[in-house]
């Protein structure tokens, strides 16, 4: 994991959260992301899931920016 600490990402999360109008009760679900920010993350299945899976990567990406430690591996096409 990167740099930062629980707080710092709580308040990025957050803050990303706001920015994309995000529901913060939805914001346990970006956690794992951040946790392994360059691991696989999951892709859109088109099954209406909610939250979609693509949310929640644009969510996690967003954090990362916050916390000045963008996502490096490229996120694969949908």
Do not use: K
């Amino acid at each position: 994991m990167a740099d930062f600490t629980e707080e710092q990402m709580d308040t990025a999360l957050h803050l990303a959260s706001q920015e994309l109008s995000f529901p913060s009760y939805y914001e346990p679900c970006v956690r794992p992301l951040l946790r392994n920010p360059e691991g696989h993350w999951p892709r859109c299945c088109a099954g209406g899931c909610e939250p979609c899976a693509q949310t929640l990567i644009r969510v996690a990406l967003r954090t990362l920016e916050l916390l000045g430690t963008p996502r490096v591996t490229p996120i694969p096409e949908w």
